[in-house]
């Protein structure tokens, strides 16, 4: 009996009874009321985990929606470099607009560069000494030290392992013998510096290596004005720019419309996708031939044979749902409702307050659901000769409190559509919430289906106590059988020696 242990018990002193085989098939008929329940459970455990899925195609939704509900998000800006020898954008700004920019000097590093060094990276050095590397911290210089047994390859990464703290890093070429020190750092605050008191330095490296170098800032002007920075990454009227050369280019950076249409689309991708999935589950209906097996009926079956069991089994199991065809209700109302409260222009008859306005319609064909289509054409026309009201459809606000089931309705009509359909969606979610919870499938927590699960664990404990109980019992009667038919045996095998 799965998940119920019992004493080990010895049985078939008499010969004549299979007792593990009688208690067994009448533990099975004992058993059905527990199966039951553990079947009962297991639809939970699956309609849970359906559930999860739902709600997290609804929140994917919603985070598409959010790419619409901003003006920030809803309408880009997009800059471009004439010359990218000179500069390269590394992102956008936000400020549309024109920017000539000259660059006549470019942030470095400090540098030391040795003298050719005549012996290979991993010779010995067979001298002893030291010197100290400072950046452009002095308290953080770092004395490196030098024995016998040292070589270029153990000096380059005793400067570097100390990197850290002095910010300077080293290099060797093998092919020029060359030692390259480097400040991490770029601009004119960047330095590096050899104190060489022993000549240690300068007896592995060269007495010609210059023992002090400091970086140098980058030098360019923006519409005339000139600017220093300690980097050739910088930020040029709101566009992050990498700095190349010396040379003249301007920056474009221009309104970019392009992806809201791609926005739209995935939109409506996505909503179309939720309206198939949420039909789906609720319009398929429940093969009552298939129930969950046991684990008795998963021995006799091999690992594919469960799994397309399992998927029958769990079919239907959120069929005609409420929480789903309320959420489908609630979408669909939500982008069916007109806008209203727009004051600018002052008639709203001049303004957009439909979806289908913009090439955004249902679907005329009941077979679809409700699902949306797309007239491109008409988006894009939309899109390009009445931006701002496109863009308004979407993004409204509004002041009206969610207090009351009135102010609910007036707020509802007063937002755009996409922050009209990410509060619906937000509202869905706190419903399945409330049902599902948010921990694990098998979480015993205070949603609906937690408690559920909570009572038939409970349930299901006490079965196994009582089944137990009742198991016991077969086996101390059996017992007791098994002993009067034992000494039923012993006295006729004593009459029948007497009778010889």
Do not use: C, H
């Amino acid at each position: 009996m799965a998940g119920i242990s019992g004493p080990t018990r010895l049985t078939g002193f008499s010969g004549q009874l299979d007792t593990d085989g009688l208690i067994k098939k009448l533990m099975d008929t004992e058993k059905v009321p527990l199966n039951n329940l553990v079947k009962k459970k297991q639809m939970i455990l699956w309609q849970r985990e359906d559930y999860r899925s739902m709600n997290t195609s609804l929140l994917a939704l919603r985070n598409t929606m959010n790419e619409l509900r901003f003006e920030s998000k809803f309408e880009t800006v997009k800059s471009t470099s004439s010359n990218t020898a000179v500069l390269d954008i590394a992102s956008s700004g936000t400020n549309p607009g024109v920017s000539n920019v000259k660059v006549t000097q470019l942030a470095n590093s400090a540098s030391i560069i040795s003298e050719k060094v005549n012996k290979l990276p991993t010779e010995k050095l067979n001298l002893s000494g030291s010197f100290t590397i400072e950046g452009s911290d002095p308290a953080k210089s770092v004395e490196i030290t030098i024995t016998a047994d040292s070589t270029i390859d153990s000096v380059v990464k005793d400067i570097n392992n100390a990197s850290a703290n002095t910010g300077v890093k080293a290099s060797f070429d093998r092919s020029s013998g060359i030692l390259y020190l480097n400040s991490t750092a770029t601009g004119a605050g960047s330095k590096v510096k050899v104190t060489d008191a022993s000549g240690t330095f300068a007896n592995v490296f060269g007495a010609g290596t210059p023992l002090s170098a400091q970086g140098q800032d980058s030098a360019y002007s923006v519409n005339g004005t000139n600017i220093t920075a300690n980097s050739n990454s910088v930020t040029i009227n709101g566009v992050q720019v990498t700095l190349r050369g010396q040379g003249e280019a301007s920056i474009g950076a221009m309104a970019d419309r392009s992806s809201v249409v791609d926005k739209v689309k995935n939109f409506v991708k996505q909503y179309n996708e939720i309206v198939d999935k949420f039909t789906e589950a609720t319009t398929a209906k429940k093969n009552r031939s298939y129930q969950p097996l046991t684990s008795e009926e998963k021995e006799a079956m091999t690992d594919s044979q469960i799994t397309l069991w399992e998927k029958k089994a769990r079919e239907g199991d959120l069929y005609n749902d409420g929480l789903l065809k309320d959420t489908l209700a609630s979408m669909r109302s939500a982008l069916n409702i007109p806008l209203e409260g727009i004051t600018d222009p002052p008639d709203p008859k001049s303004q957009l307050r439909l979806l289908s306005q913009i090439g955004i319609n249902v679907i005329n064909d009941f077979r679809e659901n409700g699902k949306l289509e797309i007239d491109e054409k008409k988006l894009q026309e939309a899109i390009n000769t009445r931006f701002d009201e496109v863009k308004v459809l979407f993004t409204k606000s509004s002041d009206t409190p969610n207090d009351t089931p009135e102010n609910m309705r007036k707020r509802q009509s007063e937002l755009g559509f996409a922050d009209r359909l990410y509060e619906t969606i937000g509202a869905q979610l706190t419903k399945f919430t409330k049902k599902i919870g948010s921990g694990s499938i098998e979480a015993l927590d205070e949603s609906v289906l937690g408690k559920q699960l909570k009572d038939f664990s409970k349930r299901e404990k006490d079965l196994e106590r009582k089944l137990l109980d009742v198991e016991n019992r077969y086996y101390a009667k059996f017992g007791a059988m098994e002993k009067a038919l034992q000494k039923l045996n012993s006295q006729g095998s004593w009459i029948s020696s007497q009778l010889r």
